[in-house]
């Protein structure tokens, strides 16, 4: 099914970015511009255990240093944890720390050099524990045990002996044994990834301040802030209507500043803390270290894949084990693992599929909601591992999976019904970009493939409000803050679009919990799918309130009205109009205001037989590379991303996306990776050792947007956000395959693995 | 008819104002307060004369000054006016000015020395005009023309020669010819009242700051801060949606800080201004002088009033004629002299009525919304009146008010038809309370009465948004600005009687008009009337939300639910509930969040026949005097006013509106008075020479609440924020008259007044 042909004025064009100007020329209010009267600073201080007990904690001669004006540890604050899966993380460490990194205390100064003073002067007894940093070691029983508290997960079938579980995630589908019995091939390998950290480039901040009125007001650069202000409610014990938080200007985050407080080890909650204890406005703001070492990162994962197949490439069924490493406490790792595990079982017709995820708890930090959380996790295995089948079977990798493209109707992932499948549409577009077939390749050149859908999320709906002011222009609040997705391109258009009035007549403001419609926040690639769609329910809903009123002023009836050039019209007879301002100020007198309002859940789509299916976006990446037998080295020569969007509402927008994701996928596969000595303790912190994708790695990337598949955004959109990166190192490992013949199985697809694979398949010298 | 009898649990209990111990202690952010990062200050130049043409203005020395950032003058605005009957004034006067205080430019610098000195450099030359103080005398052929482009009113008769109107204002009805005729007696009469200005303690201030993304905001201590957003736009010819109002902590206005920027002198748009061309923010304050004479009054009136009566007391018909002294400026004289013209037809049942209202031009300040616009105007010449017919008649002034009291059905101020009368309620409850009839008086003592309706004003319709977050607590957003009235009290108590929550946690927003619903402001007695009802249609609305969840949780039927304490229950099953909390969270994934939203315009009520009636409050105050015939001092010793609010929703917050308004009644009645010379230069523009009513001349006030007439607020609920002050100047001149035999006709009551009157009843010496 295919999106309906709608004439659209805005749609489809490509608008300028609101306050895009004043960002890149420097004029953004970002939190280290915040200033409020009275002002003081705040530091943590950190665990430099990965695994200790805490014996005691002397702050008194911290306390007594001149200039500071509060010590808070986890005795200052009501003895409440938080956590998603697993409520398991005290705001500071109350009896043991669990990573390097780990808030112990707190200090709020007059200046950075006290805090630094005072930090030291705290004395932290500690009594170290054995340390377990690799999650597959955490399971086994002679593991130190990290959560003794914590009960292994309710599903985990009781003949499974694990240690350090978080989550036990099955994706369980059809009969892969008897399957596999039937199947020609079965090929298995195993795939690990590494643990990256997003690495926006604006450090953390929060500042909190006590209002007169004793509410508490905090400042944040959140990506959800609705989450920030749940779980500092949580913990504080203070009433939801009592906690502010507003959001700043944001220099990046890729879900690295999502997952509400886990993503800051607490940062918000902590200069809350402060605060309330000081009596004055504090602001914190982390050093690159303390980011690096502290904050939410992309869990590692090791994959058992396994796969039946008959001669003719037929895939008839999948086995798999992953084991997701979530660090010290839950964070993001159940959810990030249980899409990871889902997406094992790939974007194609996998009838029986018996995956078993577990989702690991070890000294590390903590696993976040980086950019398609358990995206590249599964990607890279999956896609590597379709390359591997057809190598086997001899059957062209295009071809391969082309045969098994789902049709309407059938499942992927373990048990998601299709509605709408592009997945054909963007191999073979692909394909065709890339040039397979027909560019003639020079030596140590290859060209890979990888493909992938983006499985609809859980529920994380969100409102919107627009407001039409009385001279026809148009206020939006929405949850979703703007870091870079469509809240002041893409979303404004549509309630441009709905209402008719000009692109510059719209504004949508700035996150402040108090007043927009509650999100779970700019994640999960539901900017335009969610608030997207609630914006334009919003803005219909305005127009028809404003029909009502101008179907009185023109005599005519509310079906036979449109709005467009800022007046609102009878349809074929564009004479018979009434200018928006005189029907929105005629509303002030009958309604007080037109305050639209619309609610979207972001469901699956409906079939005709009122079936429930999905319609995820598709896609398919081509890579072109050179390898360097020599060193190793990987240089991407060209890039082609097929993405199936359903409708580009903002072309410029959507490219900007597939762009900057491919970018951040080529660090995934080629050089980014956190590493820890044997005792947990971070060793790369900064842009010198954290090696990240720069323009000399960066290839031509040419992004190819597929429409007409119906999503179940706003006139059929679907997010573009975070799929993007997911197929980036299948794509360069089954290119680097292509070109050399050796297969890398271990991220990132550094030189030296490459060099490595390459001795391994000469053999020894 | 009774407001039905409703089983409240916190309508009706007197709940601490939020945020007022903030206030009384200091800790309230107002104007003065306001600190915005490289804030500069702004002053304005005044014109010194009343009425003049302004030939040039040479602003080039003092934009040369060290300190100076922004000279402005009428030429750096777009020729642009504004105003609400007639738009004739312009931000900054251009071609003339036409009261002493009219802003002619004004300057942004770095300190009030700086601004003293430039101001004093910009050289104006002036061509001085003929100056007119006197409205009737303004409506005469040989007086200055002071609008040459405002047009006579459009509905004025041919026949009628006079200069210098805004409006004119025919309240006709019946043949009041041909009653008089039929009448045993004719009394006629002439009043005046004076100009009085609102002086709250604050000043006006007004700050703005052109934003990074180019917004503009404005920070005001305004009661309508949408009037100020609306006229700024028009002014500047900046879309609306691109201009924020915020709204400072208020400290006083009583209406002297409505009517948007014509309240201020334009102080918001010339601020802006400033703000613009200085590219810094900017933070003026008026100083007490400035404010004096600058600033909106209430207006003056001449009233000629005749009344035919029958013998045994029943008024038979009504003729009058008003002269309203609207100053330079319409302002808003056009609506409080309508007002007053109406209500001079009175309260009483008087078929045939003729009154002619005349609203002029003067050169004097200008008329704004001082609490009940037109009502002291009408109350004080009509009620006298009254009291002077019962005496022509020799019938007991309150036997001759309830002999005249309407019926339901029937109409009063020349047309207004009644649902529901509580009138003589509150004439009989008055006469008890003071002890007429039945308290010895002593020598040089007297009672006095008065009655009075607030009569429905125009449209002005109000919304609410009513959040409810994730743990049940809720955020209430209105546009109504708290600056005293029930916003903080009587209407978030609205919020957790519906939706079964706790006072504390319900949270009421500071206005803020890119979030808050559009509101007509905090006028007009409206906070509980129409924002209360938009509350509670708000709250009404969220609470049927989470009923359609609940009944889901619960298994139950929505209409079978209650919400209290915390929970949504099955009615008549206390043990079938569930938290709200629990409801609004799973809310969130459905919806997003719960937004509840209400708009209500203050409605006439629809009778069981369908027709529209009205329920005005009423009202009866009973004075209690003595008067020293040596001094014509007049100390009043007891003070009685009885009010129908419907339904007292916040009993302490009812009485102290009753009592606070009382006082500034005996302002007027008693002292307040703005003097001008004969060029128009006011005199008293401190309060060192203006007179206001402090502790020694306010009595004993005892507030009576009748309860139980249907009004057209929440639950019935009636407003009471500017009646009370209506009545008071005629309760006195009642009871002077009741004490010593002479009438004053002309406010203020002042010694000098009463002692004339006592030597002219006396005759000459």
Redesign the interface.
């Known amino acids: 099914m295919t999106v309906t042909n709608l004439d659209f004025k805005y749609l489809g064009k490509s608008f300028p970015r609101?306050?895009g100007v004043?960002r890149v020329t420097g004029?953004?209010?970002y939190g280290v511009d915040l200033?409020l009267?009275g002002m003081v600073r705040g530091g943590v201080l950190r665990s430099e255990h990965a695994h200790a007990k805490i014996k005691s904690i002397d702050t008194r001669e911290a306390e007594a240093l001149p200039g500071v004006f509060a010590v808070v540890t986890a005795k200052d604050a009501p003895d409440v944890k938080y956590g998603r899966a697993v409520i398991d993380r005290p705001m500071l460490a109350r009896d043991k720390v669990l990573y390097r990194g780990d808030p112990v205390a707190a200090v709020a100064a007059d200046t950075e050099a006290t805090i630094r003073k005072a930090l030291k002067m705290i004395k932290v007894e500690y009594e170290p524990l054995p340390v377990v940093l690799d999650a597959e070691e955490a399971m086994k029983p002679e593991a130190p045990t990290l959560h003794e508290k914590v009960p292994p997960p309710a599903n985990l079938p009781k003949d499974v002996q694990a240690k350090n579980l978080v989550a036990y995630i099955p994706v369980h589908c059809g009969d892969p044994d008897k399957a596999m019995e039937q199947a020609d091939y079965v090929i298995e390998e195993s795939y690990e990834t590494q643990m990256v950290h997003p690495q926006y480039l604006e450090p953390r901040i929060a500042a909190a301040r006590v209002e007169?009125?004793?509410?508490l007001t905090i400042w944040v650069n959140a990506q959800a802030p609705f989450g920030v202000r749940?779980e500092v409610?949580k913990l504080l014990k203070i009433?939801?209507?009592?906690i502010r938080v507003l959001v700043t200007d944001i220099g990046g985050g890729f879900g690295g500043k999502a997952t509400g407080i886990a993503s800051s080890a607490s940062l918000e909650p902590i200069c809350a803390l402060l605060a309330l204890k000081s009596k004055k406005p504090v602001l914190m703001i982390l050093d690159k270290a303390e980011e690096t070492l502290a904050t939410t990162v992309r869990g590692a994962v090791k994959v058992w894949i396994k796969t039946g197949v008959k001669k003719d490439g037929t895939i008839v069924a999948r086995k798999g084990r992953m084991i997701f490493d979530t660090g010290a406490y839950s964070g993001f790792g159940a959810q990030a693992g249980g899409r990871c595990a889902q997406m094992l079982a790939g974007c194609y017709r996998v009838p029986n599929v018996h995956v078993d995820g577990y989702v690991v708890y070890t000294n590390k930090q903590v696993c976040g909601a980086v950019r398609g959380p358990g995206g590249i996790q599964a990607a890279f295995p999956v896609e590597s591992h379709m390359d591997s089948i057809a190598e086997k079977l001899g059957i062209d990798p295009i071809e391969f999976r082309l045969k098994n493209v789902p049709e309407p109707g059938e499942t992927i992932a373990g048990g998601l019904k299709l509605h709408d499948v592009s997945l054909g549409q963007t191999i073979v577009k692909a394909a065709e970009k890339i040039g397979w077939g027909k560019t003639k390749l020079k030596e140590n050149q290859g060209i890979g493939f990888a493909c992938s859908a983006w499985i609809e999320s859980?529920?994380?709906?969100?409102?919107a409000?627009v407001?039409v002011?009385?001279?026809g222009?148009?206020?939006l609040?929405i949850?979703k803050v703007d870091y870079g997705t469509a809240v002041r391109f893409g979303i404004p258009m549509i309630v441009a679009e709905e209402l008719g009035i000009p692109f510059?007549?719209?504004?949508v403001?700035s996150v402040?919990t108090?007043?927009a419609?509650?999100?779970?926040g700019t994640v999960g690639s539901r900017t335009t799918l969610?608030s997207g769609e609630?914006t334009r329910l919003a803005a219909v809903d305005a127009r028809n309130q404003l029909f009502k009123i101008a179907a009185r002023l023109l005599e005519a009836n509310v079906e036979d009205l449109i709005a467009e050039e800022r007046q609102i019209r009878v349809k074929g007879a564009p004479a018979r109009g009434v200018p928006l301002s005189q029907v929105a100020t005629a509303a002030?007198?009958?309604?007080?205001?037109v305050?639209g309002?619309g609610?979207?859940?972001g469901k699956a789509i409906e079939t005709e037989e009122k079936e429930k299916g999905s319609s995820p976006p598709f896609t398919t990446h081509a890579a072109l590379v050179e390898v360097d037998p020599d060193t190793g080295h990987v240089q991407v020569l060209k890039y082609v991303a097929v993405h199936d969007v359903g409708i580009a509402i903002h072309p410029d927008g959507v490219e900007g996306q597939i762009e900057g994701a491919v970018v951040q996928g080529l660090g995934q596969a080629l050089c980014e990776q956190v590493l820890f000595d044997d005792k947990g303790r971070t060793l790369n912190t900064t842009f010198v050792d954290y090696l990240m994708p720069t323009a000399n790695i960066t290839p031509e990337i040419e992004p190819v947007v597929v429409e007409g598949y119906l999503g179940t955004g706003p006139y059929g959109a679907k997010g573009i956000g975070e799929i993007p990166c997911v197929p980036v190192p299948a794509a360069i490992a089954n290119a680097i395959h292509n070109a050399i013949g050796v297969r890398v199985r271990k991220l990132p697809l550094s030189p030296e693995k490459v060099l490595r694979a390459l001795r391994e398949q000469k053999g020894p010298r």
């Open positions: 609101k306050g004043e004029a953004g209010i200033t009267p007169n009125d004793g509410r749940s409610s009433p939801v209507n009592n859980g529920a994380v709906g969100g409102g409000i407001k002011n009385e001279d222009s148009a206020t609040l949850g510059d007549e719209v504004t403001l402040d108090d007043t419609p509650w999100d779970a969610v609630a002030h007198a009958e309604l007080g205001e305050i309002r609610y979207y859940e």
